[in-house]
């Protein structure tokens, strides 16, 4: 399985090019060379051994539940290529559970849906863990405040979304323009039915209403650690 993943050539060019890059500066040229290739080379190392040890365990598990299961067939290469290329440049742990997820979820899936996959793996890429974190939310507005120790609500008549959002995540208070382009992103996404959270209504006919968009839902199904029988 490892030997599929060209990740460290691709790094190894990467290091490379930074490093001819870095020569080519007056006076600090070559010592930031070298600190690069001490500091940098070790750490893309690491990240891919840890990556590919965390798939590797995934799909154990999946070998050992599930019947016929195999790692060879096309769109599950194509997956682990996608998603490997991807954790080489991320470090932030929600968004490498959410493409080893990925890459886990393609290996047993029983319909095609090749390009879906693709696009979700690439929205994973272009989103923070905050896109991961909003969209759960507005799927589920109770289970994610219940898992925050956020319930039950205060008594709340009428309002908007905003206010559910910064009572489940208070360290979004006073950061509305950077949940506000959240929204839109994933409302242009296609993941998301809503593209504001300011509008004001009922407490159970909208500020706890799901938000989520059918397809946000199978995004999130995809980014959730299968559990085989």
Same mark, same amino acid.
């Given at each position: 399985m490892?030997?599929?993943?060209?990740?460290?050539?691709?790094?190894?060019?990467l290091l490379?090019?930074a490093?001819?890059?870095?020569?080519?500066?007056?006076?600090?040229?070559g010592?930031?060379?070298?600190?690069l290739?001490v500091?940098?080379?070790?750490?893309?190392e690491?990240?891919?051994?840890?990556w590919?040890?965390?798939?590797a365990?995934?799909?154990?598990k999946?070998?050992?539940?599930?019947?016929?299961?195999?790692?060879?067939h096309?769109?599950?290469?194509?997956?682990?290529?996608?998603?490997?290329?991807?954790?080489?440049?991320?470090?932030?742990?929600?968004k490498?559970?959410?493409?080893?997820?990925?890459?886990?979820?393609?290996?047993?899936?029983s319909?095609?849906?090749?390009?879906? =996959?693709?696009?979700f793996?690439?929205?994973?890429d272009?989103f923070t863990?905050? =896109?991961?974190?909003?969209l759960?939310?507005?799927?589920?507005?109770?289970?994610?405040?219940?898992?925050?120790?956020k319930?039950p609500?205060?008594?709340?008549?009428m309002g908007?979304v905003s206010?559910?959002?910064?009572?489940?995540?208070?360290?979004?208070?006073?950061?509305?323009?950077?949940?506000?382009?959240?929204v839109?992103?994933l409302?242009?996404?296609g993941?998301?039915?809503?593209?504001?959270l300011?509008?004001t209504?009922t407490?159970?006919?909208y500020?706890?209403?799901?938000?989520?968009?059918e397809?946000?839902d199978?995004?999130?199904?995809?980014?959730?650690e299968?559990?085989?029988?």
């Amino acid at each position: 399985m490892t030997n599929q993943f060209p990740d460290t050539e691709r790094a190894e060019t990467l290091l490379g090019m930074a490093k001819v890059g870095l020569s080519v500066v007056p006076v600090l040229g070559g010592a930031a060379s070298e600190l690069l290739e001490v500091v940098l080379g070790p750490q893309i190392e690491r990240r891919r051994i840890e990556w590919l040890n965390s798939l590797a365990e995934g799909l154990e598990k999946l070998e050992e539940h599930v019947e016929g299961f195999r790692v060879d067939h096309p769109a599950l290469v194509s997956a682990m290529l996608q998603a490997g290329v991807i954790a080489l440049r991320n470090h932030n742990e929600e968004k490498l559970a959410a493409l080893r997820n990925a890459v886990l979820n393609v290996a047993i899936s029983s319909t095609p849906g090749e390009d879906e =996959h693709e696009l979700f793996i690439a929205l994973i890429d272009t989103f923070t863990r905050w =896109h991961l974190r909003v969209l759960a939310f507005l799927a589920d507005k109770d289970g994610t405040a219940d898992k925050r120790g956020k319930l039950p609500f205060p008594n709340w008549y009428m309002g908007g979304v905003s206010t559910v959002l910064e009572h489940v995540y208070p360290e979004l208070e006073g950061r509305r323009s950077l949940y506000d382009l959240i929204v839109s992103d994933l409302h242009r996404a296609g993941l998301a039915n809503i593209d504001t959270l300011h509008v004001t209504g009922t407490l159970e006919g909208y500020m706890l209403a799901k938000q989520s968009s059918e397809m946000g839902d199978r995004f999130l199904a995809f980014i959730t650690e299968p559990k085989p029988e």
